[in-house]
């Protein structure tokens, strides 16, 4: 068994915790926390072996994950996160025993997601990358300024954790089942799009990106400020990473990221207009303001859906 501690992150997965848990049998434990779903995630989970450990949010900081670094009492200082519609691959499992066995060089490693949307495996596009697997004795969490009524979610946001020490990169990844109705995504990412232009707003985005590297970090800067943002990503999603390959499927998913972008530079842009007007400082949007993007216009929810 792989002497390390997988941590899956719960709410209502019924549909995907099966999975999940199948593509984990190769690791020593599992352990799932569970945000009091009323759906049977906790009773397929214990049933599938895994350790579960529920979690009540109280509104303030420490948010689920780094709680569950400190309170899950897992059984190996190393630890893999991963979410519930996320599907370990053999060839990472295979990545992860040979690192274990030798020992690792690095405090932790950023894991690419490879998504599988609604049903159909992407071959290319951009892949969502995290730094999911680490020593939970060398990690720690960002705090930024989130805890807002109209940003009111118990999970951590586009963010990394800040390790002491290295860095490095597996090479294999996680598959990552975007297989919920198109709607549902379509909310989460209004939600997170209101999310990123709040901690831009506060001047806490660049604090965030100090994990990265100095490159990524001034690309991001760039990216941040130009009202192309939008249009570069589909030519990096379509072109430079040949998401066009991948059909339909590639097209739409390309498409969500686009409208993404979309809302958050029109959120920024409103929230400057308003505080030129009144000679203020530009705060963050509110939660009743609404993100367009053509036909994809949605009103924002309270909390994303998983």
Not at 64 to 77: G, I, L, M, Y
Not at 205 to 222: E, T
Request: glycine share 6%; with cysteine; proline share 7%.
């Amino acid at each position: 068994m792989i002497p390390v501690s997988v941590l899956v992150l719960t709410r209502n997965e019924r549909a995907a915790i099966a999975r999940c848990l199948a593509s984990a049998a190769a690791f020593d434990e599992v352990v799932v926390v569970d945000s009091a779903s009323s759906d049977g995630t906790a009773e397929i989970a214990a049933a599938a072996g895994a350790r579960v450990v529920p979690f009540a949010w109280n509104g303030r900081y420490p948010k689920k994950r780094e709680w569950s670094v400190a309170n899950a009492a897992a059984r190996h200082p190393w630890q893999l996160h991963i979410d519930a519609d996320e599907e370990i691959t053999p060839a990472l499992a295979d990545e992860i025993a040979r690192l274990m066995a030798t020992g690792p060089h690095c405090a932790g490693y950023f894991i690419d997601g490879r998504p599988v949307w609604q049903g159909h495996r992407l071959r290319f596009g951009s892949p969502n990358r995290k730094l999911a697997l680490f020593d939970s004795r060398r990690v720690r969490f960002p705090r930024p300024d989130d805890l807002a009524p109209h940003l009111h979610w118990e999970m951590e946001m586009h963010y990394q954790p800040v390790v002491d020490g290295p860095v490095g990169r597996l090479r294999h990844p996680v598959l990552h089942h975007l297989d919920k109705p198109v709607a549902a995504l379509v909310a989460r990412h209004v939600f997170y799009a209101r999310w990123e232009a709040h901690v831009r707003l506060n001047g806490e985005r660049a604090r965030l990106d100090r994990s990265d590297r100095p490159l990524r970090r001034v690309l991001k800067a760039v990216l941040r400020e130009t009202s192309f943002t939008p249009w570069l990503v589909a030519a990096a999603d379509l072109v430079a990473r040949l998401g066009v390959l991948d059909g339909p499927p590639g097209w739409q998913r390309a498409g969500l990221r686009i409208a993404y972008y979309r809302w958050v530079g029109r959120l920024v842009r409103r929230a400057r207009r308003r505080a030129a007007l009144s000679g203020q400082s530009a705060g963050a949007p509110t939660g009743r303001e609404r993100c367009g993007a053509g036909a994809m216009t949605a009103s924002v929810p309270s909390t994303p859906q998983r």
